[in-house]
């Protein structure tokens, strides 16, 4: 791809003001701690404020800066991906139609990794990496926009896989994408189209269209179980999240009484690791919606749902600890400027408790769309 945005319609100028005239903030940072290879981080984007900010995860869910974080990026940054082992992270930054690689060394600190800078046909919104992380499946906006994919060196370097462009069905200027955990099929919501297209993979990251479905309003962030059985996208206009079942050929099946309301504006959704959790931060509502997943795929709410986020925040992304007893709650924006990310216990039930830790300042500005990755 969120990745994932906006209130209504007329706030997608709004972004597209800020992405031309914000700056970019910087935040603090302290010394990492030993023993790097069993290091996990919270990686978060600044949308408006050419930035990627690196917070270490130690002992009981505790997050600290690491050196030299935020590190510095492209403009315009509405999804980040990471690969499996949290080492190479890519971006795509719509200010100069790039996508940027940088690798996570062994002294925490982000740096480019040679040849994988590249140029696309357009402003990218959205990158997904293949399961096996040898592809890289980057989304075009544009009228219609169109996907382009890249074939993933061992060193992290990008090259073009040769396979043809697809367009994106609909108005795609903020398109984000999906692929399915089986890795043989890719998703894109377009958030202006009110559709997700649906595409089959084939060799080499060619990509054959397999029909649109039509959407709630302000689809985004297509979000997965990790069987792969479900697909969840919040409608943000909708007030709601739409469930869907995948077939074996790659058609959407909604999921029954789907869609699901949230309580307020949803911004993506996230599956526990055991897949029987959805976790959907509301962006306007300041709050988080928790619902269980039913073997059908069907949600119904947890107890106490939706949960409220600290006052002057505007929750745009959630990220699940594996330990299965934090959850992360990163603003899009705050009363404070900088994107600050917020703990939450979550107990037995799957119900959410604020931690009562202060919030840390990840050093960026306005993280918008689906910019987190959790490293393992």
């Known amino acids: 791809m969120p990745k994932p945005f906006r209130e209504n319609r007329g706030a997608t100028t709004t972004l597209l003001t800020v992405l031309l005239c914000a700056v970019g903030a910087a935040g603090p940072t302290v010394p990492a701690s030993a023993a790097q290879e069993h290091a996990r981080f919270l990686i978060t984007a600044g949308t408006a404020s050419m930035g990627i900010s690196v917070l270490r995860v130690e002992g009981d869910a505790v997050l600290t800066p690491v050196p030299g974080s935020p590190f510095p990026t492209g403009f315009g940054v509405l999804s980040l991906v990471a690969s499996d082992d949290g080492r190479t992270v890519y971006v795509p930054h719509a200010g100069d139609f790039g996508i940027s690689g940088y690798r996570l060394d062994d002294r925490s600190t982000l740096t480019p990794?040679?040849?994988?800078?590249?140029?696309?046909?357009?402003?990218?919104?959205?990158?997904?990496?293949?399961?096996?992380?040898?592809?890289?499946?980057?989304?075009?906006?544009?009228?219609?926009?169109?996907?382009?994919?890249?074939?993933?060196?061992?060193?992290?370097?990008?090259?073009?896989?040769?396979?043809?462009?697809?367009?994106?069905?609909?108005?795609?200027?903020?398109?984000?994408?999906?692929?399915?955990?089986?890795?043989?099929?890719?998703?894109?919501?377009?958030?202006?189209?009110?559709?997700?297209?649906?595409?089959?993979?084939?060799a080499g990251g060619d990509l054959t269209p397999l029909g649109t479905e039509t959407v709630k309003f302000g689809p985004v962030a297509p979000g997965y179980t990790p069987d792969g059985r479900y697909v969840y996208v919040s409608n943000e206009f909708g007030f709601d999240v739409s469930g869907y079942a995948l077939a074996d050929d790659g058609r959407l099946v909604p999921t029954p009484g789907s869609p699901y309301p949230t309580g307020g504006v949803p911004h993506g959704a996230v599956a526990s690791a055991d897949g029987t959790r959805l976790y959907v931060p509301n962006a306007v509502g300041a709050s988080i919606a928790g619902f269980a997943v039913h073997p059908d795929g069907a949600l119904t709410p947890l107890p106490g749902s939706p949960y409220p986020a600290p006052t002057g925040t505007m929750p745009g992304q959630v990220a699940l600890d594996p330990d299965g007893r934090h959850l992360y709650l990163v603003d899009v924006l705050t009363a404070r400027i900088n994107t600050r990310v917020h703990t939450y216990t979550i107990g037995g039930d799957g119900a959410l408790t604020h931690s009562g830790r202060a919030p840390v300042d990840t050093g960026v500005f306005m993280s918008d769309g689906p910019v987190v990755v959790l490293t393992d």
Do not use: C, N, W
């Not at 140029?119 to 992380?133: E, F, H, K, N």
């Not at 795609?172 to 955990?181: L, N």
């Open 113 to 202: 990794i040679p040849g994988a800078t590249v140029t696309v046909g357009g402003p990218p919104t959205s990158a997904r990496l293949s399961p096996d992380g040898t592809t890289l499946f980057v989304v075009v906006g544009g009228v219609p926009g169109h996907v382009e994919s890249f074939t993933v060196a061992p060193s992290g370097a990008l090259t073009p896989t040769g396979a043809p462009r697809v367009p994106v069905d609909g108005p795609s200027a903020v398109g984000m994408a999906g692929v399915d955990p089986s890795g043989r099929f890719l998703r894109v919501a377009t958030y202006l189209g009110d559709t997700v297209s649906s595409y089959a993979v084939g």
